[in-house]
């Protein structure tokens, strides 16, 4: 090569290495300014979920170090526990700067970016037991990032196995995925964990989950607003306690649909309990759907905290005028989004029947008025309360057979013949008694009751009468006025 050739090269090389410090310092601030932003927006999330905190949890930069290809930072989550006690949980990102990361080239990945993100916790504070637990130099956990130019993120968070040496915990460790597209705003989480083992010294209880498989989308659409829909499923859960049979819960799963808009929150939420087991016994399977809508959170944080504020006075003492004045003025923004509440179905089905229980309130803005207390308050926003009830004799008996025979159970109640016998014979006399008022309709081995209030008027099964009536009849038959 001719000394022109080599010069040529020479000063290629530098105007390459040149433009690549560049483009590094270059991806370097952008990812700066897309992580600065990214803690803004969580301190956001923060607020709107703890608005009547205080303090409230707040995530600080504690110190950024920006070089030219790479940056050093700490972070710091800082809050108060249960017992008023400040804490910090530390975390510690190695960043390096695009558009070719070292550590991404050595995975295979040649797509430029502006930073690959390495995440770990800081020992001490909360994370020190797990820390305690593995062998020395390895973190909890790691969660490593690529940042894209475009403000996307494509994340793993790998959770290390851990095992606590009082028996607390017993980890498996599992792999999430988190993933987001800044361009439509979507993120998406999945993962997945083999086993996870809790037990609570003072009540003696052990739970064990097994084969976790979850995911979620989150699309955001404003400021605040945003739609969510998450599920899991398990592969079992068992649930231990001294002296009592165990219980299994087989192939439960968990599915939620929110969606924020400002303040106000509508959602939904369905569990599947799965097949249920005791001691090897199956007792069939229960579901429970619930729903909230146009619930104010932030307003019904803050009359949480009131609450619970006021139930740390003395018993004694009741509740002060001010107190009451103070209840008024946080419940009145509660009721104003006119929110409603419902249990949407509590079942429980065997192959001998199901049994099923629904409860809707619904509540409406209260003008304003004159001075009234909380409890007027509360009663003239009713809308409409109901309650339905759909009660299988077969699948209640199926559900006594079956007790029964647990081991531990049947003592002191008998063979299951004399046990079903004993609550089929109970259960006529009962449902007999409200039958006769009218509270209760039966059609075979079916009972039925469908109860509504509205308007200061009490519906029973399509029969009016007044709240006073109501309580009077029913109290007659189930002995409370004697």
């Not at 079916?446 to 029969?463: E, I, K, S």
């Amino acid at each position: 090569m001719s000394a022109r050739s080599m010069k040529t090269a020479a000063g290629l090389v530098a105007v390459l290495a040149l433009a690549y410090t560049g483009a590094s310092w270059y991806a370097g601030r952008t990812a700066q300014e897309r992580i600065e932003t990214w803690v803004d927006q969580a301190n956001k999330e923060i607020a709107a979920q703890w608005t009547s905190a205080d303090p409230r949890p707040v995530l600080k930069i504690q110190d950024y170090r920006r070089g030219v290809f790479d940056s050093d930072i700490r972070y710091g989550l800082e809050f108060r526990d249960d017992e008023g006690q400040e804490q910090t949980l530390g975390l510690h990102d190695v960043l390096q700067h695009g558009p070719w990361p070292w550590s991404a080239l050595q995975q295979g990945e040649w797509r430029p970016v502006a930073a690959q993100s390495l995440i770990e916790p800081l020992p001490g504070g909360l994370w020190q037991p797990w820390f305690d637990a593995l062998p020395a130099g390895t973190a909890p956990w790691t969660l490593e990032s690529r940042i894209g130019f475009d403000g996307g993120l494509a994340a793993r968070w790998h959770l290390a196995p851990v095992k606590l040496a009082d028996g607390q915990l017993d980890f498996s460790g599992g792999l999430v995925r988190i993933d987001y597209e800044a361009a439509t705003r979507v993120a998406t989480v999945s993962g997945r964990i083999d086993q996870l083992a809790i037990f609570s010294a003072d009540s003696g209880v052990r739970v064990r989950f097994e084969g976790l498989d979850f995911d979620g989308t989150t699309t955001r659409s404003g400021e605040s607003d945003l739609q969510s829909q998450q599920q899991a499923q398990f592969g079992k859960i068992l649930i231990e306690t001294a002296d009592v049979p165990p219980v299994v819960l087989v192939g439960p799963s968990l599915r939620s649909d929110t969606a924020r808009t400002g303040g106000l929150l509508d959602s939904r939420l369905h569990y599947d309990l799965g097949q249920l087991q005791v001691d090897s016994q199956e007792l069939g399977r229960i579901t429970l759907a619930l729903s909230a809508e146009h619930l104010d959170v932030p307003a019904l944080q803050a009359l949480a905290s009131a609450l619970e504020q006021m139930s740390q006075n003395d018993e004694d003492e009741g509740l002060s005028e001010q107190d009451q004045q103070r209840l008024l003025t946080l419940v009145k923004p509660v009721l104003a989004a006119g929110p409603r509440l419902g249990l949407e179905g509590l079942r429980w089905e065997t192959p001998k029947g199901a049994s099923e229980f629904k409860v809707l309130a619904e509540f409406k803005p209260v003008p304003e008025g004159a001075d009234q207390d909380v409890g007027e308050l509360i009663e003239r926003a009713i809308r409409q309360l109901s309650a339905q009830v759909n009660l299988s004799k077969p699948m209640l008996l199926q559900v006594v057979r079956q007790l029964s025979q647990v081991k531990g159970v049947d003592d002191g109640i008998g063979d299951p013949d004399m046990a079903v016998a004993l609550v089929s014979m109970m259960f006529d006399q009962y449902i007999g008694q409200y039958e006769r008022e009218g509270l209760l309709k039966r059609e075979g081995d079916a009972v039925t009751a469908d109860y509504r209030y509205a308007d200061g008027q009490v519906t029973v099964n399509g029969r009016t009468m007044s709240p006073a009536e109501f309580i009077e009849q029913f109290g007659a038959v189930a002995g409370l006025g004697e």
